[in-house]
């Protein structure tokens, strides 16, 4: 897998829009833009996943550069619950299917 | 829909004896991957089963670690004559078999927090 790079921490008040950058310059064109995050004690939950478009799910919206070599996951409303670490991941679609987590963003909630 | 179910939550183990973690994968999916969190570290990708088959075993430690994911019932992750050093968070997910070309989410385990005294 591609790598990326994530800024290891952000703050964000609570209640306020948060948005997570992602920068893959070496994507391929049959890389997926995957994210991820993880809460304090438990596994990796999904967030939301892309190709080229833009994507909303009832967790997040995904905007994504036009040249695709850097994506920002966007929580329209952070709450205290999305306090956690915040993986972006870029998967082959052509090739093998295991993912290669990075360090992530720490994302921090202030109330 | 239950999700991946991973037994024991928490394990404790004496140097030297055997652990075994299970996963069970989300009714339908076929693949399944462990993964291992060191303490304060990031999550490291083990092993890659389908039904029967181990296709990417490249993360795991050549001695003492063995995993498979029978025809039928979990998958085992298996660690022989365990050490300190094998004290981690063990997570499994699982994803539904897709086309070359197609992308999908992995659902993850609540993990086996492995601790060897």
């Known amino acids: 897998d591609a790598k990326t790079t994530q800024p290891n921490s952000m703050e964000s008040n609570e209640e306020e829009p948060v948005h997570l950058p992602c920068n893959h310059s070496?994507?391929?064109?049959?890389?997926?833009i995957h994210w991820y995050r993880q809460l304090p004690s438990q596994g990796p939950e999904y967030v939301i996943h892309g190709l080229t478009s833009n994507v909303n799910n009832r967790m997040a919206s995904l905007a994504i550069a036009e040249d695709r070599k850097s994506s920002t996951l966007i929580l329209h409303r952070a709450t205290l619950r999305d306090a956690a670490v915040y993986y972006c991941?870029?998967?082959?679609?052509?090739?093998?299917?295991?993912?290669?987590f990075g360090g992530g963003t720490r994302l921090m909630v202030k109330p | 829909n239950a999700g991946v179910m991973q037994n024991p939550r928490h394990l404790v183990r004496r140097r030297g004896q055997e652990a075994r973690l299970r996963c069970s994968p989300v009714?339908?999916?076929?693949?399944v991957y462990w993964y291992r969190q060191l303490p304060e570290e990031g999550l490291k990708f083990m092993v890659y089963l389908q039904k029967e088959n181990i296709i990417d075993e490249s993360g795991m430690p050549k001695e003492r670690f063995s995993a498979e994911f029978p025809k039928e019932g979990p998958s085992i992750l298996r660690i022989q004559q365990v050490v300190r050093g094998d004290s981690a968070a063990y997570f499994c997910?699982?994803?539904?078999?897709?086309?070359?070309?197609?992308?999908?989410?992995?659902?993850f385990g609540s993990g086996t927090r492995l601790t060897v005294v």
């Open positions: 009714k339908g999916h076929s693949h």
């Open positions: 070496t994507i391929s064109g049959t890389d997926y």
């Open positions: 991941i870029l998967r082959d679609g052509d090739a093998g299917n295991m993912l290669t």
């Open positions: 997910a699982s994803s539904p078999p897709g086309k070359v070309g197609q992308s999908y989410g992995y659902t």
